[in-house]
């Protein structure tokens, strides 16, 4: 069965202040791993996907990264608007299902 | 820029009855999907519409649940008689191909009384 694991729950950062959120996963044969951005009663907005380990992509203050077990999100000198819950989802070979993570809730402060 | 969009943004409904949730996919977008989200919880599919056909669905989606792409542009969820379990937000989301990204509506929240 696929699942994915998304690390740390929440993180709470200084504006300014880099870090990085981490998404394991199992599945059997990927097809392509994406991140999503959620903000509260909203649906998930799309960032980025990736297919294959060792794809990076970039947007902004954004970058994923990705290898044959985990992905991570870094984001560089954040400012409070990209507070959000940040969504990692995995498709199975052969499949159209997204498998989610329960996401990691980001915090900026001023 | 080219959205998915749902009907209504809060549903309530008695135990029992019967709710259509309604969305409008990207319009050449292929695939058609409906997923939900109960409160603090993981975003989890429950079924992709293909070719006017159901291509793949969960356990969740059992008996109870119907989709229908009634003409060219609207997509559908139907619940036949809800269960209070059944209070989520549910998302219908689309994507060009298979393997590409889904793009999501800001959903229905369905609270069931």
Redesign the interface.
């Known amino acids: 069965e696929d699942q994915v694991t998304q690390s740390p729950e929440a993180l709470r950062l200084q504006e300014g202040e880099s870090s990085s959120l981490n998404c394991s996963y199992t599945v059997s044969g990927l ?2 791993l ?1 991140w ?1 951005r959620q903000d509260p ?6 960032l980025f ?1 990736l297919y294959s380990a060792g794809e990076e992509k970039e947007k902004e203050r954004l970058k994923a990264t990705l290898t044959k077990k985990e992905s991570f999100l870094h984001i560089t000198a954040p400012k409070p608007e990209d507070s959000a819950t940040y ?1 990692c ?1 995995v ?1 199975g070979q052969g ?9 990691t809730r980001l915090t900026i402060n001023p | 820029e080219p959205e ?1 969009t749902q009907t209504p943004s809060h549903q309530v409904t008695q135990m029992g009855q019967e709710v259509i949730l309604r969305c409008v996919p990207i319009s050449n977008h292929l ?1 058609f ?1 409906w ?1 939900r989200q109960i409160l603090g ?5 429950l079924v ?1 519409f ?1 070719n006017n056909e159901i ?2 669905k ?1 356990e969740i989606f059992d008996d109870q649940f119907s989709v229908e792409r009634p003409d060219g542009s609207n997509f559908t969820l139907k619940i036949r008689s809800t269960k209070l379990e059944d209070s989520a ?1 549910y ?1 219908c ?1 689309s994507s060009k191909h ?10 229905t ?1 369905l609270t069931v009384v």
């Open positions: 097809r392509g994406f999503y009663g909203k649906g998930p907005e799309f996907t969504l989802a498709q499949a159209q299902k997204l498998v989610f993570g329960q996401g | 998915v695939y999907y997923y919880q993981k975003v989890e599919f992709s293909y291509s793949e969960s937000m998302f989301a298979a393997n590409t990204e889904a793009f999501f509506g800001q959903g929240r």
